[in-house]
Each structure stands twice: as structure tokens, then as C-alpha cells.
């Protein structure tokens, strides 16, 4: 299979269906063989239903974990790793801020350019946000590349990510590990890490 896309969820019930349209219409004009796994984290809204419903009419692709209450984001994540099953694996949010038209581009960063990770940065992601909200970005980024030594990254925190599957499948997300994955992936040995522009 040539592509995972996890996508940890609370209370998501109004994006779910135009994010997977969206999805299976750029798998299917790239011919990508893929699944898409919904991790609902303990939503209290119509998550779980609409999943179910996208689950019974697209059987061999979309795939629903439901957890009992909410966990957070990074055992959502850790849960849909370890399941997965493609060459490349995609994670984004639910709620339509990242677009599934990044999946080619981010596939062929793995595949071809060798990439073990790669980590989406909007340079307007940030625009309009108050500076209470900037610059503390600012500082944990600046930290993060500190401490990890990964000095090629804006935006650790990004919910959009292409990683090689071996990367998911020897990390161990948890906590609020989800904010500092490229960090955790350096640590299992994984030190080839990018990052496309969105
Ligand atoms: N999310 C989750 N569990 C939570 C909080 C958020 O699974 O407890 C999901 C959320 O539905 C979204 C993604 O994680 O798909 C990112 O959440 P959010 O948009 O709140 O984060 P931000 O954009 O502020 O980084
Ligand atoms: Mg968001």
C-alpha cells in the first residue's frame, strides 16, 4: 500500500465528509493505493456516526478507532501508528486547515528525495494571530530546534506530516509528545527530516 492518512479527531462531525472527499479524490487522480484512519478522541458531537457512515460506504479504505474519552492528540496518533500499514504514512487535522493536495508532493519527498520525515510550514500561519499567540510559537520552535539539534524546521507543531513508515512505527507518541515528534524521530535514529512549505 503506498499511503496511511491518520487523522486524530475531537468533535470534527461538520469537516469529516468534505476532508475525505477531498482526500479520495487526490488519491484516485494520483493512483495511490491508501487507507485513512479516523482516530476519534473521545468526541461528544456526531464524530463517531459520520465516520461509521463514511466506513460503510468506502469499506476497504476508511478504518475508525473510537476512544471511550477524550486522551489528546498525541495518543490518537500513537494509537493510528500503530496500525498503519502503507509505505508512506500522512497525518493531518480534521478540521480542513491542512490540504490533502500537499499528500502527492509529500509522498514523493519520502520516496524519491529520501526524506524520512517531512514537516508541513505555513509561512501564514501565524498572520493575524495576536502577538500573545506568536511569540510563544516563536520561543518553542526556537527551543525545540535547540534542543533537538534540528535546526531546518520552522514549525514543529504542524499537524500536517509525510513520514517513511518505519519512523511511526518506532516512535512512541504520548503525552503532548505530539509537538516535538521530528525530535523523537532524530532520537530513534531517523535523521533524514524536511520540510515543505504549504
Ligand atoms: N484533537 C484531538 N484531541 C484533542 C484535541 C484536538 O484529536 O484533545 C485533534 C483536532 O480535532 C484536530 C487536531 O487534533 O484534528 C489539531 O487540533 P487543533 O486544531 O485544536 O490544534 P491547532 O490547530 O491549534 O494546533
Ligand atoms: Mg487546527
Avoid at 479516523?38 to 473510537?66: A, C, M, Y
Wanted: glycine share 6%.
Amino acid at each position: 500500500m503506498d499511503i496511511s492518512v491518520v487523522i486524530p479527531l475531537f468533535n470534527e462531525e461538520e469537516s469529516l465528509p468534505e476532508l475525505f472527499s477531498w482526500i479520495k479524490r487526490v488519491m484516485d487522480e494520483n493512483h495511490f493505493s491508501y487507507e485513512v484512519y479516523f482516530v476519534n478522541d473521545g468526541s461528544t458531537d456526531n464524530s463517531w456516526q459520520v465516520i461509521e457512515q463514511l466506513r460503510k460506504e468506502n469499506p476497504e479504505v476508511v478504518h475508525g478507532i473510537k476512544f471511550r474519552r477524550n486522551y489528546g492528540k498525541s495518543p490518537a496518533l500513537y494509537c493510528g501508528f500503530d496500525r498503519v500499514q502503507g509505505d508512506v504514512v500522512i497525518t493531518m487535522d480534521a478540521d480542513l486547515q491542512d490540504s490533502p493536495d500537499e499528500i502527492p508532493e509529500l509522498y514523493r519527498m519520502i520516496k524519491e528525495d529520501g526524506y524520512d520525515l517531512v514537516s508541513g510550514y505555513k509561512i501564514n500561519r501565524s498572520k493575524g494571530d495576536p502577538l500573545s499567540k506568536t511569540i510563544p510559537t516563536k520561543l518553542f520552535n526556537a527551543t525545540a530546534r535547540k534542543v533537538s539539534g534540528i535546526h531546518n524546521l520552522h514549525d514543529f507543531n504542524c499537524g500536517l506530516k509525510a513520514y517513511r513508515r518505519d519512523v511511526v512505527k518506532n516512535i512512541e507518541v504520548y503525552g503532548e509528545m505530539h509537538r516535538y515528534i521530528p525530535y523523537l524521530a532524530k532520537n530513534a535514529g531517523f535523521s533524514k527530516i524536511g520540510e515543505k512549505h504549504l
